[in-house]
Nanobody
């Protein structure tokens, strides 16, 4: 099971870091990603990293969010900079098989963490 940590409240323009504890490499999954769901909206893929080194980042966060794998801590991290109010959502970590980085993936999901961007 994947376990998220981090999140919380940030001001617009601020930063937050999310971490997802995963199994040791090689993972039990083809890829691990971060997804988010805002109230009244569908879940969407934010950024994903595959075991063979492929990355996906949603255009709305490109240049602001960075996904990385820390092999010493076995965590997949999402560094979020220049946060905007529209980034407010529940953020989930998930491991999944070969598929696009989409909110519709089937996989193993964490419990989610709240990220709120507000002044």
């Amino acid at each position: 099971q994947l376990v998220e940590s981090g999140g919380g409240l940030a001001q617009p323009g601020g930063s937050l870091r999310l971490s997802c504890a995963v199994s040791e490499f090689p993972w039990d999954y083809y890829a691990v990603g971060w997804f988010r769901q805002a109230p009244g909206k569908e879940r969407e893929g934010v950024s994903c990293i595959s075991a063979d080194g492929n990355f996906f980042t949603h255009p709305s966060v490109k240049g602001r969010f960075t996904i990385s794998y820390d092999n010493a801590k076995n965590t997949v991290n999402l560094q979020m900079n220049s946060l905007k109010p529209e980034d407010t959502a529940v953020y989930y970590c998930a491991g999944y098989g070969s598929a696009p980085c989409s909110g519709r993936i089937r996989g193993s999901w964490g419990q989610g963490v709240q990220v709120t961007v507000s002044s």
